[in-house]
T-cell receptor, first 113, second 110 residues
Framework: DVKVTQSSRYLVKRTGEKVFLECVQDMDHENMFWYRQDPGLGLRLIYFSYDVKMKEKGDIPEGYSVSREKKERFSLILESASTNQTSMYLC????????????FGPGTRLTVT | SQQGEEDPQALSIQEGENATMNCSYKTSINNLQWYRQNSGRGLVHLILIRSNEREKHSGRLRVTLDTSKKSSSLLITASRAADTASYFCATDKGAQKLVFGQGTRLTINP
């Protein structure tokens, strides 16, 4: 079974802190994604990556950056956390080639105080 | 803007009944996918239907796609308490980018 793991289920950080959210997948998937999920807004794509050291902006990249140094790992970085980044963050991965299903991690609920 | 929009936003039915959720979208798509999310968890893929398909089945799930109306429906037959979850449609316009709707919250009452 494909497994996507995220480093923390719950995280509390202070405004202005630098925050790292880690995601690891074990199925050698090419594509990896970061979403945030907010009530009433659904899932919104922050960043995605098609390959190592490659990244593309999603719909809401402002205030975030990403890193993909290894194929299995995709990190989301909040350079200076703000209260409006309090949210559920979901990582996903998928195979390359044609459009395919995405496999999601369990999510990290981040609270910025 | 949201590509997929689910309807209804919430649905409550008795165990054993069928549940139908609808999804509408605005532009042409490569495929449409349905996902389930249990409370506070990640999403789980249920079914994918390609733009050249009209109907697909998987166990108790039946998905239809009408590209002329830009709509899809998810039918869950003989519902169970374990089906209580939020259900999302996601449209894929290409390049692996999915656009999710806001979801339908389904509650199955025993």
């Amino acid at each position: 079974d494909v497994k996507v793991t995220q480093s923390s289920r719950y995280l509390v950080k202070r405004t202005g802190e630098k925050v790292f959210l880690e995601c690891v997948q074990d199925m050698d998937h090419e594509n990896m994604f970061w979403y945030r999920q907010d009530p009433g807004l659904g899932l919104r794509l922050i960043y995605f990556s098609y390959d190592v050291k490659m990244k593309e902006k999603g719909d809401i990249p402002e205030g975030y950056s990403v890193s993909r140094e290894k194929k299995e790992r995709f990190s989301l970085i909040l350079e200076s956390a703000s209260t409006n980044q309090t949210s559920m963050y979901l990582c996903a991965s998928s195979r390359t080639s044609q459009s395919d299903e995405q496999y999601f991690g369990p999510g990290t609920r981040l609270t910025v105080t | 803007s949201q590509q997929g929009e689910e309807d209804p936003q919430a649905l409550s039915i008795q165990e054993g009944e069928n549940a139908t959720m609808n999804c509408s979208y605005k532009t042409s798509i490569n495929n449409l996918q349905w996902y389930r999310q249990n409370s506070g968890r990640g999403l789980v893929h249920l079914i994918l239907i390609r733009s050249n398909e009209r109907e697909k089945h998987s166990g108790r799930l039946r998905v239809t796609l009408d590209t002329s109306k830009k709509s899809s429906s998810l039918l869950i037959t003989a519902s169970r308490a374990a089906d209580t979850a939020s259900y999302f449609c996601a449209t894929d316009k290409g390049a692996q980018k999915l656009v999710f709707g806001q979801g339908t919250r389904l509650t199955i009452n025993p």
